[in-house]
Nanobody, 118 residues
Framework: QVQLVESGGGSVQAGGSLRLSCARS????????MGWYRQSPGKQRELVAT???????NYADSVKERFTISRDNAKNTVYLQMNSLKPEDTAVYYC????????????WGQGTQVTVSS
């Protein structure tokens, strides 16, 4: 059974940095895309960044040049380095893995809170 466990959230002042980690347990067969999503109160969950098995990345426009996603395939872990944080980055951040082979499973972590104060 696949499980994702996030860590690294917390509170920081605007301009500060945080690093989120997401460790996967359980086996996955085939290629996959790991990513980070976030959800603020009253808003829909939105994509922050993704990275595939080959290391190709994709970012939301709102976090480009500030956030960096990376993965360590040997440790089954994905990271999100967040710099120059803004109050609007405040949200619960969720780790996700989407498997690119049948049956195309989609897994989520429990979420970690990030709070940025002005």
């Amino acid at each position: 059974q696949v499980q994702l466990v996030e860590s690294g959230g917390g509170s920081v002042q605007a301009g500060g940095s945080l690093r989120l980690s997401c460790a996967r347990s359980g086996r996955i067969f085939g290629g996959n895309v790991m990513g980070w999503y976030r959800q603020s109160p009253g808003k829909q969950r939105e994509l922050v960044a993704t990275i595939n098995s080959s290391g190709t990345t994709n970012y939301a426009d709102s976090v480009k040049e500030r956030f960096t996603i990376s993965r360590d395939n040997a440790k089954n872990t994905v990271y999100l380095q967040m710099n120059s944080l803004k109050p609007e980055d405040t949200a619960v951040y969720y780790c996700n893995i989407y498997v690119l082979t049948f049956p195309y499973n989609n897994y989520w972590g429990q979420g970690t809170q990030v709070t940025v104060s002005s």
